[in-house]
């Protein structure tokens, strides 16, 4: 299944005839992914009409397009105004924003771009050549394989709130307990509902993510004439290509920190259902471990950054390996893709790549011409988008609060969903305000419903032995993995205190 | 750790707020899960016990600095540390109830007259009523291209009111 080089370049030939399609794909797919809300799989339904109306490759290939993109443009706010256009950016702000209010948002706008495309191509050409042995991942990977490496999110928690760890369980373990609103995934009983019929189906996300980020820090904000700190202001004034440059030269320092946590990504896309938060919140825990200075994370530190953004778009390529090699889709947008071809009647599966090459390397390799457009077209841009920071808060507030509120509208239509938003915006506010990270709170409401819905499925497959949690050896590996995780943070505070105390 | 004299003992009544309300939820959640199969109790049950834990230590260790007088727990200053000083205060407040008057008429006024009139106010009430023309220019700048973008070309599912209608039967 792997191509050969003659079919690679032809097929490169092909795609870059569609170019008509995979520019406004790729413009759309940047806006989308900004604007909470309107997530690349919410615009591909409102698309539909147009998508199905075209030819299978074409639709293919603008709805590649207009995903790949999507996952770039969701950091952006995410970094500017604190306010991911994804769950899947949702760690990106930890340490994009604090980059941007100290007057270094052209600089993390250009290390998020170009660790996203790099990711992307690195990911993109790593799935074509490792298709055969990637699709293998989701037979290994059941419930309790799922359930370590949630918790691996989940320990994100842990990491940061190292200021206050008390403080920050309460956060993540209070955020987890929203999650667990609503039905459960077998029994359909409603828990925690507050007899609200809208919350049957859990806690809705957008709403969660807008209120938690973007309310409440425009409540926040108002005391400030601008989003930047008074040294980012200072800072700023120097500005000119300067920042682009050197945030394109920081992440080439951190190349392998491109590399690994693009691939982590690439495997946890591939796990149908995983998807791009538990990817960015995996890699940012385990970037934060690795690293030499972990009590810079947070703060503005540039693997910070790269780490999350690297990991959710190594996600994008993952997610599409399921659905043409076994026709389970990775996500909602590669499900809505699933959708259009199976409506054009393509079987999907190993035999597609021989009969319609087109469509199967196709895609890959329009995701690679999206990447490289995306290079091209988006950095010249971050001196612009940057501007943002400078918008005075008396006139970014409301356009903020009443977009960000119908964006939280948008995914189902309930305005019972605004209303959530604004309770998410006063519990963010109170958190912010008083010591609580919002992002830990948010962990848990994301990866809260994931983690028990594969802890039902997997008591539910052993008929409530608890010991199947151990009963894999993938699973006891990950769990190792996972305690080893845990401690060596604390082991190698220990040995620093130790040296320290030698040295006096 | 000796406290310092000279430091005022900090308040710690906000950040009781948060801990109170998880202890709040996990009450109610815990009465809304006695009828269910104990499969569908077990990881809340978990959970809600480990935060309850959390929130014990909380509490024992507030007590400790308490004692210590490095902390206090006092009502005075506790609006103070939530709202800010002067007139934020009044501002805060008044944006929340700006944001829940617009989640409310919304649905009967729809996306472009309630996004007209919420920006507008919020602009006026965040900086002054001389900023009316800027204030205007922004609102309706910003009505519109929301209008033309996500209605008229994406036909995104924005709630519709009067204008929406009138401009559908115009457009």
Request: some cysteine; glycine content about 10%.
């Amino acid at each position: 299944m792997i191509p050969d080089l003659s079919l690679f370049f032809g097929l490169l030939g092909e795609i870059l005839g569609y170019w008509w399609i995979i520019i406004p794909g790729t413009i759309l797919g940047i806006v989308v992914g900004a604007i909470p809300g309107f997530s690349a799989a919410n615009t591909i339904i409102i698309l539909l009409p147009i998508t199905l109306a075209m030819e299978p490759a074409t639709g293919m290939i603008f709805m590649v397009a207009l995903y790949t993109s999507s996952r770039l443009g969701a950091g952006i706010p995410a970094i500017l105004v604190n306010i991911p256009g994804t769950a899947g950016a949702a760690a990106t702000p930890l340490d994009g924003y604090p980059m941007a209010k100290a007057g270094r948002g052209q600089q993390a706008l250009a290390i998020s771009f170009v660790s996203s495309v790099s990711a992307g191509l690195i990911t993109t050409i790593a799935a074509i050549i490792l298709i055969p042995w990637l699709s293998q991942v989701a037979f290994h990977l059941h419930s309790v394989e799922m359930i370590v490496i949630m918790l691996f999110g989940i320990s994100l928690i842990a990491t940061i709130s190292a200021e206050d760890k008390i403080k920050g369980l309460i956060a993540g373990l209070f955020g987890l307990m929203i999650g667990y609103i609503g039905a459960d995934v077998v029994y359909e009983a409603p828990r925690g509902t507050f007899g609200f019929l809208e919350l049957y189906d859990k806690v809705p996300l957008i709403p969660a993510l807008v209120g938690l980020f973007a309310i409440s820090e425009a409540f926040v904000v108002i005391e400030r004439s601008t989003i930047l700190s008074k040294q980012g202001e200072i800072d700023r004034q120097h500005s000119g290509w300067g920042p682009t440059f050197e945030g394109i030269r920081a992440t080439f320092v951190h190349w392998k920190e491109v590399i690994w946590t693009s691939l982590l990504g690439l495997v946890i896309g591939v796990i149908p259902g995983a998807g791009a938060a538990i990817a960015s919140f995996v890699a940012y825990q385990q970037s934060r471990l690795m690293s030499k200075t972990p009590e810079l994370y947070g703060t503005g530190h540039i693997p910070g950054l790269i780490a999350p953004e690297s990991a959710n778009n190594g996600v994008t390529s993952g997610t599409l390996i399921p659905l043409l090699i076994i026709g389970v889709p990775g996500g909602a947008t590669a499900a809505i893709m699933a959708v259009v071809l199976e409506y054009h009647g393509v079987n999907f599966g190993p035999d597609l790549f021989e009969t319609q090459p087109l469509i199967a390397y196709g895609s890959f390799t329009a995701m690679l011409v999206t990447y490289v457009l995306l290079g091209l077209m988006i950095l010249p841009l971050t001196r612009y988008f940057s501007h943002v920071m400078v918008v005075p808060t008396v006139y970014m507030v409301p356009v903020l609060i009443a977009f960000t509120l119908v964006g939280s509208f948008v995914p189902r239509a309930y305005v019972f969903d605004m209303g959530i938003a604004i309770i998410f915006g006063i519990i963010g506010y109170i958190a912010r305000r008083t010591g609580y990270h919002v992002a830990a709170i948010l962990i848990g409401v994301i990866l809260g419903p994931l983690l028990e819905n594969y802890f039902l499925r997997a008591l539910r497959i052993s008929q409530g032995d608890l010991s199947t949690l151990f009963s894999s050896n993938i699973g006891n590996t990950l769990w190792v993995l996972l305690v080893l995780s845990l401690i060596i943070p604390g082991l190698k505070r220990y040995r620093g205190k130790a040296r320290a105390g030698k040295a006096k | 750790m000796q406290p310092d004299p000279e430091q005022k003992p900090r308040n710690i009544l906000p950040d009781c707020i948060i801990p109170a309300l998880a202890l709040i939820f996990i009450l109610y959640y815990l009465t809304t899960i006695t009828e269910v199969p104990w499969i569908s109790q077990a990881s809340a049950i978990v959970v809600s016990g480990l935060l309850l834990l959390s929130i014990l230590a909380f509490i024992i260790r507030s007590a400790w600095r308490i004692r210590q007088h490095q902390e206090t727990l006092r009502i005075e200053g506790t609006l103070r540390v939530l709202l800010g000083e002067g007139p934020l205060v009044a501002k805060r407040i008044a944006l929340l109830i700006l944001a829940i008057a617009y989640v409310w008429f919304i649905d009967g006024l729809g996306f472009t007259l309630t996004t007209f009139l919420f920006v507008f106010s919020g602009i006026i009430l965040l900086s002054s009523r001389d900023n009316w023309k800027n204030a205007l220019k922004v609102s309706l700048s910003c009505t519109i291209i929301g209008y033309f973008v996500f209605i008229y070309l994406f036909k995104t599912r924005f709630p519709e009111g009067l204008i929406e209608h009138w401009l559908k039967g115009v457009l």
